[in-house]
């Protein structure tokens, strides 16, 4: 790695189900140390996780753990691109939609990719900038029209043996608001609960294992978030200043206890 031009890329492979997402994306990313040696030439550019097309779905069906999400959905939901592998071994069309439909439901954010014996475009994977920029948060690449500015699109909800995923369209921010947000955001990453208030004062558990945020300003900033469990990082997107009239964010959360209470939680912080 001294030898200035000898990488263009490194690709690590974690093969098995017991390797955990978090303590490799760890060493590359929000690593003070790192950051001050190789950090300086090398970056976290993204999780990739392949699915085998013809037993995934089984596996993610009797997955399971001590504290109830199975190492399989831990780290698809982990990921920020999935490709589902030996598509070809599959003869039924409803067989690959309804894993795909299951690996949504786990990590609603991530690009899903057929593939027969691992070949895939190239760009699909690498040089992806899941840590850095915005453009795989925005609605658009999330296949939603987003809302009228000023209004919180309904939010969407989907859970499977244990895991659930919140979508929920994020209307400009103001300086305020937005720290209110990280607020939110903080108190669900460290402390592992939503916020109490009057009218919820009881403990409402919630575990995060990912999320993702693109969040537009009024000003005409934006801000991308990205987060492993209850490692998190809001930074600003350079370049990337909003002309006009701001359009809508996006904010993912996935993880454990994504309910309608969380949700209500949610949208009473950007009331």
């Keep these: 790695m001294q030898r200035k031009g000898a990488f263009d890329y490194i690709v690590l492979e974690t093969t098995g189900w017991q390797i955990r997402v978090r303590p490799i994306a760890s060493i590359f990313w929000q690593n003070e140390e790192y950051s001050a040696g190789l950090g300086k030439e090398i970056i976290l550019d993204g999780v990739v996780c392949v699915v085998d ?22 780290q698809i939901a982990s990921s920020d ?5 030996k598509t070809d071994l599959v003869q039924s069309e409803n067989d690959l939609l309804e894993t795909e439909d299951m690996i949504h439901r786990v990590n ?3 690009p899903i990719y057929r593939t027969t014996h691992g070949n895939i475009d190239i760009s699909r994977i690498i040089n992806i900038n899941a840590y850095r920029m915005a453009d795989h948060i925005r609605p658009s690449a999330l296949n939603e029209a987003g809302a009228d500015l000023g209004m919180v699109a309904q939010p969407k909800h989907y859970e499977l043996r244990g895991i659930s995923s919140l979508q929920m369209t994020i209307p400009p921010l103001s300086l305020e608001r937005l720290a209110k947000l990280e607020k939110w ?11 109490k208030d009057d009218s919820s004062p009881d403990t ?67 009331a």
Excluded at 53 to 74: C, K, N, P, W, Y
Excluded at 211 to 228: A, N
Excluded at 246 to 261: F, N, Q, R, T, Y
Aim: glycine fraction near 10%; charged fraction near 20%; aromatic fraction near 6%.
């Design 204 to 270: 409402h558990s919630i575990q995060i294992l990912r999320c993702k945020g693109l969040f537009v300003m009024e000003f005409g900033k934006e801000y991308i978030l990205q987060g492993v469990q209850t490692m998190y990082e809001i930074s600003e997107v350079n370049g990337q200043d909003v002309h006009g009239l701001p359009s809508a964010g996006k904010l993912v959360l996935i993880g454990k206890g994504l309910d309608a209470v969380a949700r209500s939680s949610l949208v009473s912080v950007l």
């Design 81 to 85: 691109v999935v490709l589902l592998n």
């Design 185 to 195: 955001i903080q108190r669900v990453l460290w402390d592992k609960e939503l916020p």
């Design 53 to 74: 097309a013809v037993f995934g779905r089984t596996q993610m069906e009797e997955d399971h753990s001590v504290d109830g999400i199975g190492e399989s959905l831990r």
């Design 108 to 110: 609603p954010s991530a």
